[in-house]
């Protein structure tokens, strides 16, 4: 009998590793456009990333989070799957990369964000191409080998914007520099990925196209429309207030992006797990997602209350609040978008790895056409305010349908007694933010106590021993 086991812990790190270097450097060099170049260049950068994250998506397509499902279920059939998907990959990327030179011709943006979509086409090619292997390591859990890709490239990203961006290279230069970077990465995944398996994967295999297809059209249509309704609003001000405006709102968005951060680790992480374990031993898999939907909500609570009061130091020391003081009150909005992304994320993992995609899928659908809609009145009259509001009242809805799937679970799991105690120290601790004016000393201290509580009143004993210890999961 074969014993596996998985440890968490040192996934979760990994994951947190590779999520951080790649948001932590766009982050930066995000910061570095907008100090050195102004509000109207990061717009116009802002604006073609967008872009070219929602054609990035499109190529993706869904492949990588059913590919790492999948891979994690078969593992003894890696090579025929990685064959199958990575033949119908090339298509999507082709398709994508056709409709990312098409979309300056057909929109009314300016001569400089057009020249950088121009640019970074090839970028979502080899991105697109990378995260592909990603999955590949994420279905073997080997994540340390996604870790040292992302590390070695984006170092040596970083290391040439901020040469050249020091000397104030033009900014479609310095985009050339995220294709050269990502183009090293898809080299460095190749070797790896053709070592881990022991077969060259790169070889056509169209059988069975039918069944895959079937199978990826509800993760590609939720992926994409996921991200389209989240993002939608950027291009929105592009196209009706100009780069400017985009800048000052993506500003904030930054800011809350890297925050996300946090569950988009939890989310990774647990993804092939709990994948396995809704087939292999449903009432762990239970117990895996209460305790992700306690922690996240455990964490995002505090980061919510220092975001909304501290609005205006965080965009005073990332950006300078001379061109950037707009973007303040758009950060508070944002904070409470935080909250909810953190609280319903858990269930939507939930209704992912139960095999319910096409849920997920309808409720963005939806959610796209509100934000598209509502923006179209809101945008041209309130501006970045009122596309912030929209996006708010858009992830709202999002979220209660996630909620709503899984209603039962959650109102067992969000109002258990130890968390209600929890709820009640977070509005003496509003109170005194509000009470002594946001003084660093003082929410320092307070956090210290939340920290406390948290540890001895809102995690039960079993809950420490499975984050603290070295969480295993067996399998025979």
């Known amino acids: 009998m074969l014993t596996a086991h998985t440890s968490i812990w040192k996934n979760s790190m990994f994951v947190f590793f590779s999520q951080v270097i790649r948001l932590f450097t766009n982050f930066l060099i995000f910061v570095g456009i907008a100090r050195l170049y102004g509000p109207e260049s990061v717009g116009q950068f802002s604006l073609a990333y967008t872009v070219a994250g929602i054609c990035l998506v499109f190529a993706d397509f869904g492949f990588d989070v059913l590919l790492t499902t999948e891979v994690a279920k078969n593992r003894k059939n890696a090579v025929n799957i990685v064959r199958r998907y990575f033949s119908m990959k090339i298509i999507f990327v082709g398709i994508s990369s056709l409709i990312m030179i098409a979309i300056p011709s057909l929109q009314n943006f300016s001569q400089n964000s057009r020249i950088l979509i121009y640019t970074l086409t090839l970028y979502v090619v080899f991105t697109s191409f990378a995260n592909f292997f990603y999955a590949i390591f994420r279905g073997f ?32 230069f310095l985009i050339m520099l995220f294709v050269f970077a990502r183009l090293i990465g898809v080299v460095l995944c190749i070797v790896k990925v053709t070592s881990l398996i022991g077969e060259k ?115 005073s020391v990332a950006y300078g609040k001379e061109n950037f003081s ?51 009145f809101i945008i041209p009259r309130y501006g970045i305010y009122g596309a912030a509001l929209v996006s708010l009242g858009v992830n709202i ?65 079993e809950d420490r021993k499975v984050i603290f210890a070295d969480f295993i999961i067996q399998r025979t």
């Open 141 to 172: 859990e080997k994540f340390e080998y996604e870790t040292k890709i992302s590390f070695a490239t984006n170092l040596i990203l970083l290391i040439l914007m901020v040469v050249f961006g020091f000397f104030k290279t033009p900014l479609v």
């Open 201 to 315: 994967i790169l070889k056509i295999d169209f059988s069975e196209w039918k069944y895959l297809i079937r199978q990826v059209l509800i993760f590609g249509i939720h992926f994409l429309f996921g991200n389209l309704y989240f993002q939608l609003d950027t291009i929105l001000l592009g196209l009706w207030k100009g780069d400017e405006a985009v800048g000052i709102y993506q500003s904030a968005f930054k800011i809350m992006l890297l925050l996300l951060l946090i569950p988009d680790i939890a989310v990774n992480t647990l993804l092939p797990v709990l994948s396995r374990l809704y087939v292999e031993n449903i009432e762990k898999w239970k117990v895996l997602s209460r305790l992700l939907s306690k922690v996240l909500m455990l964490i995002v609570l505090p980061i919510s209350i220092v975001i909304y009061f501290y609005s205006e130091q965080l965009i």
């Open 326 to 376: 707009a973007a303040i009150p758009i950060l508070q909005i944002f904070s409470i978008i935080i909250l909810i992304r953190f609280i319903v994320e858990p269930y939507a993992l939930m209704i992912t790895t139960s095999k319910r995609q096409y849920i997920r899928m309808i409720i963005v659908l939806f959610a796209t056409a509100a934000s598209y809609g509502l923006n179209l």
């Open 397 to 461: 809805f999002v979220g209660l349908g996630y909620i709503f799937v899984n209603n039962f679970n959650f109102f067992k799991w969000t109002f258990e007694l130890r968390n209600i105690v929890v709820f009640l120290s977070v509005i003496l601790m509003i109170a005194l933010v509000k009470y002594f004016h946001a003084e660093l000393f003082v929410l320092g201290i307070l956090i210290l106590l939340y920290t406390v509580l948290v540890y001895f009143v809102g995690l039960t004993s």
